[in-house]
């Protein structure tokens, strides 16, 4: 790190220099992992937190609940109704754009 500085510095490198210098006095900065329950209590150990993770995917991606409501909603939409275009329908409509292209 110092051979960093000491290069930038020689180059007048300043965004370089500022960039190392600015790393030096934020330090070490911990960071904290805490993970709520189901019922709202803090937890913070590493492996009581990876167990909670777990539990809170396989609760979402096991859920029957969720798994109707996904195929329900897959199958809504304007796009089951829309009646196949004719080649002939695509070329007026491509016609009548400005300068025959496309929106978008």
């Known amino acids: ?4 500085m000491e290069e930038a510095n020689k180059q007048n490198d300043g965004r370089d220099l500022c960039t ?6 934020a330090g070490v900065q911990p ?3 805490v ?3 189901r019922d709202n209590n803090l937890i ?11 539990q809170h995917f396989y609760d979402s991606l096991n859920s029957k609940d969720d798994m109707e409501m ?3 909603v897959m199958y809504e939409g304007p796009e089951v109704q829309i009646e196949h275009l004719t080649r002939d ?3 007026e ?3 009548t754009l400005k300068n025959n292209k496309s929106p978008g």
């Open 44 to 54: 913070g150990s590493d492996r009581l937190i990876m167990a909670r993770w777990k």
């Open 89 to 91: 329908e695509v070329w």
């Open 93 to 95: 409509i491509i016609r």
């Open 1 to 4: 790190m110092l051979a960093g």
């Open 70 to 72: 996904r195929i329900e």
């Open 35 to 37: 993970c709520s329950t």
């Open 20 to 25: 190392i210098t600015s790393g030096l006095k």
């Open 31 to 33: 960071g904290t992992s």
